[in-house]
């Protein structure tokens, strides 16, 4: 199974401000999934970012708000921006793998 | 978007069998049941999926039903590390990805 690690793990940032988050994977994977979970909430798939494409956005999401990159086959990140106290959540990145998804640990994030 | 319905909560004690259950009555032919649990302050873990047949691995089994509209996760022998959400999730087809759409999940607790 592969193995992810996330950056920061959490933070506390200012409205107005923007924060990327970074993924790091430790094996090639072509597909990357950002989602969000907001307190006591279940997760919510914010984009699938594949190596070489755009990301593409579910419903309610933009990129405007929330960039994504994709350079390689290791690594994304996920840029929360002009973030306000509604964007204080979980982020979490995953992977596929053989038809299964592995998450990272998350970062956590607060906007005052 | 593929849905699932679980029970909020269930109780188990330690040691003991405990049989969490899903419905997902819309599900379609190409649709995989997948389930994962999500521990106090981690992401996501995979636990074990299937489409047609029950399976079974070092962590539970997947009873699923003939007509697949409804399945269940046995966890054999409870442990307290046991407690967590678990989700019940029927991966499906998403444009040109496989996607997972999380439900609000059964909140296990253990009983020592």
């Known amino acids: 199974s592969a193995v992810i690690s996330q950056k920061p793990s959490r933070d506390i940032c200012q409205r107005g401000t923007s924060l990327t988050i970074q993924c790091q994977v430790d094996?090639?994977?072509?597909?990357m999934f950002w989602y969000r979970q907001q307190p006591g909430q279940s997760l919510t798939l914010i984009a699938t970012a594949n190596q070489g494409s755009e990301a593409t956005y579910e419903s309610g999401f933009v990129i405007d708000k929330f960039p994504i990159s994709r350079p390689n086959l290791t690594f994304s990140t996920l840029t929360v921006s002009n973030m306000s106290p509604e964007d204080s959540s979980i982020y979490l990145c995953?992977?596929?793998?053989?038809?299964?998804?592995?998450f990272g640990p998350g970062t956590r994030l607060l906007v005052l | 978007d593929a849905k699932t319905t679980q029970p909020n909560s269930m109780e188990s004690n330690e040691e003991e069998p405990v049989h969490l259950p899903c419905n997902h009555s819309?599900?379609?032919?190409?649709?995989?049941i997948h389930w994962y649990r999500q521990l106090p302050s981690q992401g996501p873990e995979y636990v074990i999926h299937?489409?047609?047949s029950n399976v079974n691995n070092r962590m539970a089994s997947l009873a699923i039903a003939e007509d697949r509209k409804s399945s269940t996760l046995i966890l054999h022998r409870a442990t307290l590390r046991d407690a967590a959400v678990y989700y019940c999730i029927l991966r499906y087809r998403g444009g040109s990805n496989y996607k997972l759409t999380f439900g609000k999940g059964t909140l296990l607790t253990v009983n020592p």
């Open positions: 819309t599900i379609s032919g190409t649709d995989y």
């Open positions: 995953s992977v596929e793998q053989k038809e299964t998804q592995y």
């Open positions: 299937g489409l047609t």
């Open positions: 094996s090639q994977v072509t597909m």
